[in-house]
């Protein structure tokens, strides 16, 4: 009569856990769609007269007369933050005792660390197409068409999953949810040590050397090229380079610290 | 075969301070079908044995088999057989009973349909019926820890184990969990649980181990550990010193225990009056005297040097930290 399930079906079971306890705090999800919404229309507010639309035609538009595509990477990569709420999940888990209840079951260990990483996918997906979503209804407008939202859409998962991996193995690493929390720390470099408001031609000295080590600018200036540009190929390359190899690192290393927390002591 | 064979385990955690030889060196078996209690004080090693028997921990060194199959190098077959309720519950407090049991029944392979099934039998046989579609983070410790129970027993395993499932319970929630246990021995299944508590061990345990420090220091069944007291306790009360050190003098072997002295000898009632004759003779005056057949209690404090609870003069912690009342 029972007859172990297959890979996919405790990862399903798992996963809709997860999503089942993310929609019954759903007020949790709400701080990171408002900071990422508010990043939206404030800086359109306060800067969009400035630097784009009006002021087209002054030497200050490198927005192409739409300043909401301009900024409208900026909050889709402060959404996809929310990818570090695997690690908060994860660790949750672990301090609940839940997960040494999955560990005396035969379920595949990958599953207990699978599960959260996607709903940490899911919700990326969903925050930062909701936030594409007020900003198309705002006036975005991707320069290479519609096909624009999905690339940048795109490149947020790329770039959230980097996040999940990062607070998945600060998180297993630490052993507190403090620790996985502790992820969101990274946002406040990540995003204002870019070409943030302006391009990084006109940020300062040492801003301009900061950035240049940030990935999140080479992911930044990728989702802008689209949106503002056309197909400047290097440009948009560089960021899924950037995003790619991010990723690729904090998973390496959550997969590392995963397989310590499953270890045996 | 065997349901469980326990031989000379080890379990030692290398922290950066120091180690901690939590298990020393515990063996026992567990016959099918029967309660066993690992009975021991906090700290005593009893959820590191049971972790190291469920594969949850590494076995540092000894070996341990349940139902033949060895639990370190056939782990996957032992988590086949076996269901775990853990000390510290892992449950998810933002699902309901039914989501928990219908997600643990999947998990274990059963079809929809069976899991269905299997969810409202679990909840029937725990009593959770009502409560089924609340939130857990809603249940009473009572109601969490039956849920506990009824999710370990997804598998209809074979054996069963649970660490302290009464620990913090009232005495009535304690009972209604003990009669369930007990059903289930009644049903074949073999249940390995740890307690803190002689009156459950006695009541429960159709064999008792008592472990302290990380070591097995009695094992038997309750009358069995008992016996080997080798008769019943007299208890001497005094209402002064001077008393109880000159009865002290007279009746040899007694143990004090504060203003108590004991006695064991065989037939205990019968030699109460030759006792108090001979006391009141040299001018003692006895408060009380009471005989009584031995306890667990008093095994434990035989085995172990002190006592696990009750009388509050000679517990461990006091011989520890002194002025502690
Ligand atoms: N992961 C660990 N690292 C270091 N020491 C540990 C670890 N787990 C347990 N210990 C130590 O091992 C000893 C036995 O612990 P254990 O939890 O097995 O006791 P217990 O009998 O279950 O006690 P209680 O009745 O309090 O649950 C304790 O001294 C404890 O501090
Ligand atoms: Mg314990």
Same mark, same amino acid.
């Given at each position: 009569m029972i007859t172990k399930p297959s890979f996919f079906i405790q990862l399903g079971i798992l996963t809709k856990r997860l999503i089942l306890r993310v929609l019954r705090r759903? +007020?949790? @999800?709400l701080p990171n769609i408002f900071i990422s919404a508010f990043f939206l229309f404030v800086y359109d507010g306060a800067l969009g007269g400035v630097f784009g639309g009006t002021a087209s035609g002054t030497p200050f538009d490198f927005a192409n007369g739409n300043f909401v595509n301009f900024i409208l990477p900026v909050s889709i990569v402060s959404a996809s933050l929310s990818g570090a709420a695997s690690g908060i999940y994860l660790v949750e888990d672990i301090e609940s005792g839940v997960f040494k209840r999955y560990q005396s079951?035969?379920?595949? &260990?990958w599953v207990i660390i699978l599960a959260p990483m996607i709903v940490g996918a899911i919700r990326v997906l969903l925050q930062a197409s909701l936030i594409m979503l007020i900003g198309k209804i705002i006036g975005a407008d991707p320069a290479v068409g519609t096909v624009g939202f999905l690339i940048v859409l795109s490149l947020a998962f790329i770039w959230g999953m980097g996040f999940a991996g990062y607070s998945v193995a600060a998180g297993v690493k630490s052993g507190s949810s403090q620790g996985a929390q502790a992820?969101?720390?990274l946002f406040f470099p990540a995003i204002f040590l870019a070409p943030t408001f302006v391009p990084r031609e006109a940020l300062k000295g040492w801003l301009e050397t900061a950035a240049a080590y940030n990935p999140t600018t080479y992911v930044i200036e990728s989702m802008r090229s689209v949106m503002v540009e056309g197909w400047v190929i290097d440009v948009l390359f560089r960021g899924y380079l950037a995003a790619g190899i991010f990723a690729a690192i904090t998973l390496f290393f959550a997969v590392i610290s995963a397989r310590k927390a499953t270890e045996k002591a | 075969m065997l349901a469980v064979e326990v031989k000379n385990i080890k379990k030692t955690f290398k922290t950066k301070k120091d180690t901690v030889e939590a298990v020393k060196d515990v063996s026992f078996s567990v016959e099918k079908g029967e309660i066993f209690g690992l009975l021991g004080p906090n700290g005593a090693g009893k959820s590191t044995t049971i972790l190291m028997l469920t594969t949850l921990l590494r076995i540092t060194d000894g070996e341990a088999t349940i139902l033949g199959s060895d639990?370190? %190098? @056939?782990d996957k077959s032992v988590r086949e057989k076996i269901g775990v309720a853990l000390q510290d519950t892992g449950i998810d407090n933002i699902l309901t009973g039914r989501e928990l049991f219908f997600s643990t029944a999947r998990l274990w392979g059963y079809s929809t349909k069976d899991s269905e099934t299997r969810t409202n039998e679990l909840l029937e046989l725990v009593g959770l019926t009502e409560a089924a579609? &609340? &939130?857990?983070? %809603? /249940? #009473?410790g009572g109601m969490k820890r039956r849920l506990d129970l009824g999710l370990s027993l997804v598998n209809s395993p074979e054996i069963l184990f649970l660490d302290e499932p009464t620990t913090g319970l009232d005495p009535g929630s304690r009972r209604v969990l003990w009669d369930e246990i007990k059903r289930l021995r009644d049903r074949g299944v073999t249940v390995i649980l740890t307690t803190q508590y002689l009156e459950e061990a006695d009541e429960l345990a159709d064999r008792i181990a008592i472990i302290d420090e990380g070591l097995v220091v009695a094992e038997g069944t309750s009358d069995q550990l008992k016996a080997s007291i080798g008769g019943d306790v007299i208890t001497f009360s005094f209402s002064n010193k001077l008393d109880l050190e000159n009865a002290k003098k007279i009746l040899n072997d007694c143990k004090q225990e504060g203003n108590d002295l004991r006695i064991t000898v065989q037939d205990g009632a019968g030699k109460i009056p030759s006792f108090v004759n001979e006391l009141t003779a040299n001018n003692i005056e006895i408060e009380a005297v009471s005989a009584s057949k031995p306890t667990l209690d008093d095994v434990f404090l035989k085995v172990t040097? /002190?006592? +696990? @609870?009750? #009388? @509050? %003069? #000679? %517990?461990k912690s006091e011989e520890v930290f002194g002025e502690n009342q």
């Open positions: 759903p +007020l949790a @999800e079951m035969p379920i595949s &260990r992820a969101t720390f | 639990v370190a %190098t @056939e579609d &609340r &939130r857990v983070k %809603t /249940y #009473s040097g /002190y006592r +696990l @609870e009750g #009388s @509050e %003069t #000679s %517990t």
